[in-house]
């Protein structure tokens, strides 16, 4: 049985495009010994730290080097097993990056709930969902009362922190590019309002909707375009998790933060890495059921079939296009 797999095809210097990858087909291996599992993937995850791992600047994990397989986690389905534990259809998490099968070790999955749809595992119920109730309920500790603002409203981080805040009673105010995306942010997932940032008078309709006090939090993932005028409008005392800064992942340069405007505003900045909630995912995986089940929390993906279509879509989240959490189906659920 043959699979197909994209690689890189050389160092990348830039923004990322579909004419950086190659799609190349390899055989099925087979279990390696104890311990090991031969999985199809089901549904894989798209998602912006890839695009800083391409430039080595990920966490410390080295850049894929040319003509190496492209990284990422998947919903797999187990199609042969070495392991003890694991037998045939059994559903897990698992780095097999971007390919339509491959062999991976036994210890290095999370057994998932195949009841539940694999989308859910790699958004609202996946890394995103967990990134965003960090945020809300650990570190900004959103109240009743909050004026909160959050950028890249309707993707998977921003519109599960909108609607967490909400559920909190906040008042909610997203910002996303483009009318589109706004309109997804308050009609579906049911922020108060949303301002386009791509609109030219963006800053002038931020500030009219945070009203004379301003944001009291603020949840940052896009970086300083949106961070200044949030930091600027930000009401006394206010709290900003810097969450992610996708705007400057290829950049020469980090992104310089608002030192004075910090100090004027007698700021908390509060960085996030998901990595350190990661062994409280059942708290969240709690609430997130019960939110779901009242309808109180949605998710949305924008998904697209087969290993091939990966590159294209991984340049539409690179080029902030997607609309909603980026996926690449490979097969149905069951
Ligand atoms: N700190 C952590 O542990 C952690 C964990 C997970 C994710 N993150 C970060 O959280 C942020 C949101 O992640 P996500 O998965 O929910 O992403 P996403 O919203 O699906 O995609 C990123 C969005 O950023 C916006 N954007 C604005 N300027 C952009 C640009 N120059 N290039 C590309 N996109 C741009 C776009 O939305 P609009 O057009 O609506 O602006 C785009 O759709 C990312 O920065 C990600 O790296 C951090």
Not at 240 to 248: A, K, N, P, Q, S
């Amino acid at each position: 049985m043959r699979f197909q797999e994209v690689v890189l095809k050389h160092v990348l210097t830039e923004v990322p495009n579909r004419h950086d990858f190659a799609i190349t087909e390899r055989s099925v291996p087979s279990p390696d010994g104890p311990g090991s599992l031969i999985v199809e993937n089901i549904c894989l995850s798209l998602d912006p730290y890839i695009g800083s791992r391409l430039r080595g600047r990920h966490m410390g994990e080295p850049a894929p080097a040319p003509g190496e397989r492209m990284p990422g986690f998947s919903v797999c389905r187990v199609i042969d097993s070495d392991a003890a534990g694991f037998a045939k259809s059994d559903w897990v998490l698992g780095e097999i990056g971007w390919a339509s099968a491959g062999r991976i070790d036994a210890s290095k999955v999370r057994r998932l709930d195949s009841s539940l749809p694999s989308d859910a595992h790699l958004s609202v119920l996946g890394i995103p969902g967990l990134t965003a109730w960090a945020g809300i309920t650990q570190l900004l500790k959103i109240k009743p009362g909050d004026i909160f603002s959050v950028d890249a409203a309707s993707g998977p981080v921003g519109a599960t922190a909108g609607q967490l805040a909400k559920s909190l009673g906040a008042r909610v105010i997203g910002i996303a590019g483009g009318q589109m995306k706004c309109a997804l942010a308050t009609d579906y997932f049911g922020f108060d309002q949303c301002i386009d940032r791509l609109a030219p008078d963006f800053a002038a309709k931020f500030a009219e909707a945070c009203g004379a006090g301003g944001p009291t939090a603020h949840f940052e993932n896009v970086g300083l375009s949106i961070l200044l005028p949030a930091m600027t409008r930000l009401a006394a005392n206010g709290r900003v998790v810097l969450c992610g800064m996708i705007e400057h992942y290829h950049a020469d340069q980090p992104p310089m933060i608002p030192t004075g405007l910090i100090i004027g505003k007698r700021a908390q900045m509060l960085g996030l890495v998901v990595y350190d909630f990661q062994s409280r995912q059942d708290e969240w995986h709690a609430m997130a059921k019960r939110l779901l089940a009242e309808g109180r929390l949605k998710y949305l993906c924008d998904e697209v079939q087969g290993v091939h279509s990966a590159p294209e879509q991984f340049e539409r989240l690179m080029r902030g296009a997607n609309q909603g959490k980026c996926l690449i189906r490979f097969t149905p659920d069951r």
